[in-house]
């Protein structure tokens, strides 16, 4: 059977619509499936989050003739970020670089809702004369061999491709049936957001206030306009979801002692339920994994968009330059330096942020004065708070 396409992505979410962009131009012929309907790709819609991107992510973006796409104003630059512990007011500061000491940036990164990412990723493959979109129809079944995958449609369509990617989110049901198993993590939390507005400037400043009970992240947009993300155990998602919009601006000022004045609900509030998600191996025969099927990470390090970028971005690397030298484009040497080189950064960053969030989420005394303990000793060592500054911007 002649392949229908050279490649074929199944998820058309950032990662997906990323990885397509980047071979525009190649020669190869890619094939994205994705359940929404096309209406949806082409404007998506508000979805509460805002992502952190590092300048890293930004270059990669240009590249693709993503960013350029974003309206100016509505990337937001984050100047500087505070980790809060308990009650205490002692801060963790990550500083704004400082260009006059020979620091590559003037901001740590930059906050761009997600649907707007959507649809300049969208917009950035659709112009590409290779890409092709087949919309509001699901996957029913994929099969690899060593000579093709093939992918069975809902709609009992079959096609075939040289390369399966697997781009349908940290719950895919394409790495289930490639046969790669997962390291799934349920934090039994629920993550609640919204924008916000308030009567005292943000500054710009990002913060992590890891509160008893009740963790709140302050993401900077405009200077009087802030995501708010709540996070509490989901046993007690009702005392965040039963509260009127100026009840949970109240108790949003309470938590934060006044520090950004009065609040008001500035947009509609969005729940998610936290998981993370960890693949094997990030291929298997004629098939890779990218974006959040590879690795689905927990919000607090900001890293996840990031991560799903940079994997599309290797991976569409290695694929292009296999494809300019003739040789195939999923042999399991390509596949598995593609596995090699994400897992070097993405592994140790997914364990380490699991490490973070079992301190910063024990309540017990012992760990409370660890917490206390981590953030003094992170604060006042240059290095390691350096170390931790280069992850924060890639």
Known sequence: MTPTSDIIVVGAGPAGLSFAASLAGSGLSVTLI????????????????????????????QRLGIWQ??????????????????????????????????????????????????????????ESENVSFICALGVKEVKTGPDQAQVVLENGETLTAKLLIAADSRFSQTRRQLGIASDMHDYSRTMFLCRMKHTVSNQHTAYECFHYGR???????????????ITVDSD?????????????????????????????????????????????RFYGTRSALIGDAAVGMHPVTAHGFNLGLSSADILAGLVKEAAQQGRDIASPTLLSRYDSKHALHARPLYYGTNMLLKLFT??????????GLVLRVSNNLPPLKKLITRQLTG
Do not use: W
């Open 34 to 61: 994705e359940k929404s309907p096309l209406e949806t790709l082409q404007n998506p819609p508000y979805d509460g989050r805002e992502i952190a991107l590092t300048h890293l992510s930004k270059e990669i973006m």
């Open 69 to 126: 796409r974003i309206p100016e104003n509505e990337i937001y630059p984050l100047r500087d970020a505070k980790v809060l512990n308990g009650q205490s007011n002692y801060q963790l500061h990550f500083p704004q670089p400082d260009q006059a000491r020979g620091e590559p940036a003037d901001c740590l990164g930059y906050l761009i809702s997600n649907h707007n990412i959507r649809k300049a990723a969208y917009e950035a493959a659709a």
């Open 215 to 229: 963790t709140i992240a302050l993401l900077p947009l405009e200077e009087y306009l802030t995501n708010t993300v």
């Open 236 to 280: 007690r998602a009702a005392s965040v979801q039963n509260l009127s919009s100026e009840e949970l601006a109240e108790s949003v000022k309470q938590q934060l002692n006044g520090r950004l004045g009065e609040m008001e609900l500035a947009s509609t509030i969005h729940a998610y339920p936290l998981v993370g998600m960890l693949a094997e």
């Open 362 to 371: 024990d309540e017990t005394p012992p760990a409370k004065l660890l917490r």
